[in-house]
C-alpha cells in the first residue's frame, strides 16, 4: 500500500476516463466490505483478451485511431451522437446490437441475465474487442481507440473509487490524466463536488462516504473528464432500497442536464423507466425492441418485457374482433384488426369466480386452475394455467372468500374493453 496522494497518469489497461493509479481502485463500502474497510485487490476492469482486436476490418493491430478503410471519404458534416453496431462473438454466445443515440439522450440497455447488456457496455468502452461492427462518436471511429483514449466516462456498480484517494482527489484524477495541473485538475474537482452536493465531503476517503455519497463521486468523477459518452452499469444496483430512490432522483437531474450520450444498463424496470428517454431491450445478445418507456409499456413485443411491465401478452391471428390464439383459445378485443397480431392486458383486468359465472356472457371467460399465488404489493397476484395461462391480481380478501389456493378451479373473465391489441 502506498500513501501517495499523487494521481499517477494513466494505466495503458484502465478503463475509459478512468485511468489506474498505483494502488488498486476498490469499491467504497457497502454491505460487502469488510468491518475495516479493508478491501481484497481488485483493480478497474482491464481489457478482455477474449477475442482478436480489430473490428469490421479485421486488422489484428490497427494503429489506433486510425478510421476503418471505409472511411476515406470522411463525411464534411459528421453525423453528432453515438453509432453503433457491436458484434462480440464468444464460444456459445453473439452479441449484434446497433445502438444510435443523439447528443442528450439517455439509453437505458434492458434484459435478462445473460442477454449481453454488460458486453455491449464493455465494447463501448474498448473493454471488450469488437469482433465486427463498428463505433461513432460525434463522427469519429472509436473502434481502435484504446480505452483511456476515448471520451468516454463509466460509472460502475461498485464504484471502483480509489480508496486512497480523497472524493476531491478522486474527482481530479481524471482531468489531471488528461494534462490539467493539479491546481486547475482540484479546482474542476470542486467545482463537480459542489454541483453534486458534497463539497462538504471532498476530504473524505471513499470509505467514509455512504454508497449514495461514493456514487454521486463516480459520477463526478466520469464527468469530470467531459466524457462525449457516458457509460453507467448499474448504477443504483449497490445501494438500499431508501437511498435509491434519493439517489435516481439525483441522477435523474443530472442525466438531464448532461449534454452527451448515456448509456445505463439496468435490471430495473423502473430505473429503466425513470432515468431513460430510450429503452433498449436486448435479449439472446439481439435488440428485440426499443422505443419510449410508455411505447415499450404499452406494446410489448416479448415474453420477457410484458412481465417486466406486468402485462399478459398472448400473440395470435386477429379477424375482426376476434383474436384465435396461437395457442389457446380466442379473445375479444375493441380494436378491429387482421393477420398477427399480439393482445395484451394487465393481471388487474382479470375477474376471478369459483362457479361459472351465470348470465355472464361466453367472451373472454375461460376455465383455469391457481398455479401459485404471491404477494404483490398490497394485492394477491394469482398464477393461472388452463385453457388461458395468465397472472390475475386480486385483493387479500377477495382470495380468501374465493378460498384461492394452489390447484383450486377457477373461472377468469376480462372485459374485452380491458384488452389491447396491436399488430405484431
Ligand atoms: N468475460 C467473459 N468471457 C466469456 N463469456 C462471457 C464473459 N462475460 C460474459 N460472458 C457470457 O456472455 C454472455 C453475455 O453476458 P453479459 O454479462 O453481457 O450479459 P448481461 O445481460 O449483462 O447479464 P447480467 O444481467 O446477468 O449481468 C453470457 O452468456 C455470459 O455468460
Known amino acids: ?159 471502483l473509487l480509489f480508496p486512497h484517494l480523497s472524493a476531491l482527489d478522486n474527482v481530479a484524477f481524471g482531468p489531471r490524466c488528461r494534462g490539467a495541473s493539479k491546481a486547475e485538475a482540484r479546482a474542476a474537482a470542486a467545482a463537480w463536488l459542489e454541483r453534486m452536493g458534497l463539497t462538504p465531503h471532498a476530504a473524505a476517503k471513499p470509505r467514509r462516504l455512504s454508497g449514495g455519497q461514493a456514487q454521486r463521486v463516480a459520477l463526478a468523477r466520469a464527468l469530470a473528464t467531459r466524457p462525449r459518452l457516458l457509460l453507467l452499469d448499474e448504477p443504483l444496483a449497490a445501494l438500499d432500497a431508501r437511498t435509491r430512490l434519493e439517489v435516481r432522483a439525483q441522477l435523474r437531474r443530472h442525466l438531464a442536464e448532461f449534454e452527451a450520450v448515456s448509456v445505463l444498463v439496468t435490471h430495473d424496470p423502473l430505473d429503466a423507466m425513470v432515468l431513460a428517454d430510450r429503452l433498449v431491450v436486448v435479449e439472446h445478445g439481439r435488440v428485440v425492441q426499443e422505443g419510449t418507456p410508455a411505447d415499450i409499456a404499452r406494446h410489448p413485443r416479448t415474453d420477457y418485457i410484458a412481465q417486466l411491465v406486468g402485462l399478459n401478452l398472448y400473440r395470435g391471428q386477429a379477424a375482426g374482433h376476434t383474436v384465435r390464439l396461437d395457442a389457446g383459445p380466442a379473445i375479444t378485443t375493441t380494436e378491429k384488426l387482421s393477420g398477427p397480431v399480439f393482445v395484451a392486458f394487465p393481471p388487474s383486468a382479470v375477474t376471478l369466480f369459483r362457479d361459472r359465472p351465470s348470465g355472464a356472457s361466453a367472451r373472454n371467460l375461460w376455465r383455469c386452475e391457481v398455479a401459485g399465488l404471491e404477494t404483490h404489493g398490497d394485492q394477491i397476484r394469482a398464477d393461472l394455467t388452463g385453457e388461458l395461462p395468465l397472472a390475475a391480481d386480486l385483493t387479500t380478501v377477495a382470495a380468501a372468500e374465493l378460498d384461492l389456493h394452489p390447484g383450486a378451479p377457477v373461472w377468469a373473465t376480462v372485459k374485452a374493453t380491458q384488452t389491447h391489441a396491436y399488430p405484431a
Open 1 to 159: 500500500m502506498t500513501n501517495n496522494s499523487e494521481p499517477t497518469r494513466p494505466h495503458p489497461t484502465s478503463p475509459p476516463g478512468q485511468p489506474a493509479p498505483a494502488e488498486t481502485a476498490t469499491r467504497a463500502p457497502g454491505p460487502a466490505a469488510p468491518a475495516d474497510g479493508a478491501q481484497p485487490p481488485q483493480g478497474p476492469p482491464a481489457p478482455d483478451d477474449e477475442s482478436r482486436t480489430g473490428g469490421a476490418s479485421g486488422n489484428p493491430n490497427p494503429a489506433e485511431g486510425r478510421p476503418p478503410a471505409t472511411d476515406t471519404h470522411p463525411n464534411p458534416h459528421p453525423p453528432t451522437g453515438l453509432q453503433a453496431h457491436l458484434v462480440v462473438d464468444r464460444p456459445g454466445f453473439r452479441l449484434d446490437v446497433t445502438l444510435t443515440a443523439a447528443p442528450g439522450d439517455v439509453l437505458a440497455l434492458l434484459g435478462p441475465n445473460g442477454a449481453g447488456k454488460t458486453t455491449a457496455l464493455r465494447a463501448l468502452a474498448g473493454l471488450t474487442p469488437l469482433t465486427d461492427g463498428h463505433l461513432r462518436l460525434d463522427g469519429t471511429a472509436l473502434e481502435h481507440t484504446a480505452p483511456e483514449a476515448r471520451p468516454v466516462g463509466v460509472v460502475f456498480q461498485d464504484y
